[in-house]
């Protein structure tokens, strides 16, 4: 068989395998998480894509949960750090120390932080002022971190899973839009329905939840990376996501009255991006191998929320970010005029 062939083979049996295992993703998740299926069908999507998500929610919710649960699933290795007002870069990237070896000589070492694993929860990451922010962005973008001029790759593949607490702002920082924008999603956590809430208290004061069992590993995870860029899409759905982000901008040829009056900063060019490529991923974890209109339509928000800036007519409105990007759905046509 050619290269080309067994390649091909390769890529046939991963996608099969991603068919294969989504029920079994969800079962495993179902162990230990009640309910939140839209916010997981997120995760997973962005986990697929490869990029990373910052979680909105309240304390309380399983946010920290789902994450390890997740990492867990995938077999990769997971860190949680806890943002504070005096958390400085080296707590997260690490440090040089000095260290003596074995002929008595002295010499510097470094030694990694905790952004050194697969999965990073950045807990609270709003509560940590930008000189440490500005350390985790180039993780997040270049996958590498920098200490003492020296570069240090970070292993693969390399998540960032960033909570904000909506609820509790004083003493915050909050994140500038170059790095919310190299978030691929904005997931909202909420409130669970009163019955589900039920299920949740039975289970945690009965006992310990089942253990999960891993069933992809690190190598797993970076095929569907490189499987999920090869989805197809045709070119009037990459223009339909192009002119959904450049609706956003207020004071532009086309731009919607309701954004003129409500945005004072709308989304950039990553924002049609994470669109097509979080259509791809949730294709395949849909059991398809095309990207459709509704996986557009599936993505909107979450792809959108952070990085559309309201104005103060619109909080004086009382119009969210979620109503604005509802009715620019129903502006935006899925085939151009």
């Known amino acids: ?91 997260i990237t690490g440090t040089d120390i000095l260290e003596e070896t074995g002929d008595g000589r002295r010499r510097m070492q470094f030694v990694k932080g905790p952004i050194f694993a697969n999965v990073i929860l950045a807990d609270e990451i709003n509560r940590t002022p930008p000189k440490t922010q500005a350390a985790l962005l180039e993780a997040m973008q270049e996958h590498q971190v920098t200490a003492g001029g020296v570069r240090y790759p970070l292993d693969e593949p390399f998540f960032v899973l960033a909570t904000q607490n909506p609820i509790e702002m004083e003493g915050t920082y909050p994140l500038p839009e170059a790095q919310l924008d190299r978030f691929l999603f904005n997931v909202v956590v909420d409130y669970l329905p009163e019955e589900d809430e039920v299920a949740v208290v039975r289970r945690t004061t009965s006992g310990r939840p089942k253990p999960i069992e891993p069933l992809f590993d690190a190598a797993d995870v970076l095929r569907f990376h490189e499987i999920v860029k090869k989805v197809p899409v045709a070119d009037d759905l990459i223009r339909y996501a192009v002119r959904l982000a450049a609706a956003t901008r207020p004071g532009q040829a086309g731009t919607p009255d309701f954004v003129t009056q409500w945005v004072s900063w709308g989304a950039g060019l990553r924002a ?16 398809r191998f095309h990207a459709t209109p509704a996986d557009i339509r599936a993505l909107v928000r979450p792809t959108l929320r952070h990085r559309v800036l309201l104005s103060y007519r619109a909080a004086a409105d009382g119009v969210s970010v979620d109503s604005v990007i509802d009715r620019l759905l129903d502006h935006v046509k899925e085939t151009p005029r």
């Open 272 to 287: 049609a991006q994470s669109l097509v490529l979080g259509a791809k991923a949730r294709a395949l974890l849909e059991g």
């Open 1 to 91: 068989m050619t290269d080309a062939g067994s390649e091909y083979e390769q890529e046939k049996l991963t996608v099969e395998k991603i068919r294969a295992t989504r029920g079994a993703i969800e079962r495993e998740l179902d162990k230990v998480i009640v309910g939140q299926k839209e916010a997981t069908g997120q995760l997973l999507t962005a986990l697929f894509a490869g990029g990373h998500c910052l979680i909105t929610g309240a304390p309380g919710l399983a946010k920290t949960l789902l994450v390890r649960s997740i990492a867990q699933i995938f077999h990769l290795k997971f860190a949680r750090i806890q943002f504070t007002p005096d958390l400085m870069p080296a707590d």
